[in-house]
């Protein structure tokens, strides 16, 4: 039984089509966020654009798939500590959440001192600051209130302290039809749980029940990752299988048909994808996987600063902004290449370094940059 999902020696090359995905997910979760703030609300153009959260959990079973693969052969070997690898997930996430909590905190303050009000007033609550600080989501307190991509980090912090014990588990499936049961034993399962206990789908619990939704799609990766490495598909095959899976999303996605059929055609796409050989880099796609990472951290701080006050300075200075329907839906896309341009700002100047320095100062090693395949939120 083959330990590791790649030999080491030979490191796959960046930019294939799951790092370009990853940015397409992100800007989803922007556009859904933002969808309330645009001329029509996007859910009154099209049901699927009320989905956004479809993206979060493809992010959280990607969390899983890519984890697999990069320190699969580390964790089966016993060649890293539960410690070391908990704290490098730390490392990677907890900065960029602290610093954007800071700035949103700071923001607010300075908007209620210049007498600035915010259409999403009640999210800012001061009382609500510590457990966002402290990432107790996972817990049912701190909610989705202030920065809301973060509920993702709690939920995966606590998965990542399991994912050594979890993988050489999965080590133990010898084969994909194995794998692939167990994935979809674990889908229905959790998601009729989540019916009987909640009401509601698992693809879309509130917040106070994020660990819930967050735990079973985590592991549902993890076995999509062993399927793929037991499986060894050829690349016409792994081929057939992800340009399939994108196509029965992009069909139950205009019919706007069920949250399952969406699940299980990510995880095609999702497999066919990571079987497939990069051969050649995507143009962009390794700085889209990137910055992706910054993109869903950070939107909540631009899409405020566009929102609250970009766009009501431009209506009193421009008043056609607000009578043509043609410049108000510009204006609500400068919001997104806003903030695009303000993640790939982020990356470049505040994340990107400060990585680089807490790997050479907490592990030792100044790394390449690594997409970033953690968190997203819906």
């Not at 016409?236 to 992009?250: E, P, W």
């Not at 200075?317 to 700002?345: F, H, Q």
């Not at 807490?358 to 592990?363: D, K, M, P, Q, S």
Request: net charge positive; proline share 6%.
């Amino acid at each position: 039984m083959s330990a590791s999902l790649s030999p080491a020696s030979s490191p796959p090359l960046r930019g294939g089509a799951l790092d370009a995905l990853r940015f397409v997910a992100a800007l989803f979760v922007v556009v859904f966020h933002f969808g309330d703030q645009a001329p029509i609300a996007l859910n009154e153009l099209h049901p699927f654009l009320d989905r956004g959260y479809l993206a979060t959990d493809f992010f959280l079973m990607l969390s899983g798939f890519v984890l697999a693969k990069a320190y699969g052969p580390a964790v089966a070997a016993r060649r890293i500590s539960l410690g070391r690898f908990w704290s490098k997930r730390l490392a990677r996430c907890y900065p960029t959440h602290l610093i954007t909590l800071a700035l949103l905190a700071a923001m607010v303050g300075a908007g209620a001192l210049l007498g600035f009000t915010s259409d999403n007033a009640g999210r800012f609550d001061w009382s609500g600051l510590p457990a966002q600080v402290l990432l107790l989501h996972a817990f049912g307190l701190g909610g989705g209130h202030w920065n809301i991509p973060s509920w993702t980090i709690s939920t995966l912090l606590i998965c990542y302290a399991f994912f050594p014990m979890l993988w050489r588990a999965m080590l133990r499936i010898a084969n994909p039809a194995s794998a692939l049961s167990l994935g979809l034993l674990i889908l229905t399962g959790s998601n009729l749980l989540s019916v009987a206990l909640f009401g509601s789908e698992q693809f879309n619990l509130p917040f106070q029940w994020c660990f819930f939704r967050a735990a079973p799609l985590f592991l549902v990766g993890l076995t999509l990752a062993r399927a793929v490495q037991t499986a060894r598909f050829k690349a016409s095959t792994a081929r057939v299988i992800g340009f399939g899976g994108g196509a029965v999303l992009v069909l139950n996605a205009v019919l706007a048909g069920p949250d399952m059929i969406n699940i299980l055609s990510i995880c095609a796409v999702m497999i066919g994808c990571g079987a497939s050989p990069t051969t050649r880099a995507l143009p962009f796609a390794a700085w889209g996987a990137r910055v992706s990472f910054c993109l869903f951290m950070v939107h909540t701080l631009t899409g405020a600063v566009w929102f609250d006050v970009v766009q009501p300075l431009a209506t009193r200075l421009v008043p056609a902004l607000a009578d043509s329907p043609a410049l108000a839906w510009a204006m609500w896309s400068g919001a997104l290449v806003a903030t695009v341009i303000g993640a790939a700002l982020y990356d470049r100047f505040v994340d990107s370094p400060i990585q680089r320095a807490l790997n050479a100062r907490l592990f030792g090693r100044r790394p390449a940059p690594q997409p970033q395949m953690e968190t997203a939120a819906a």
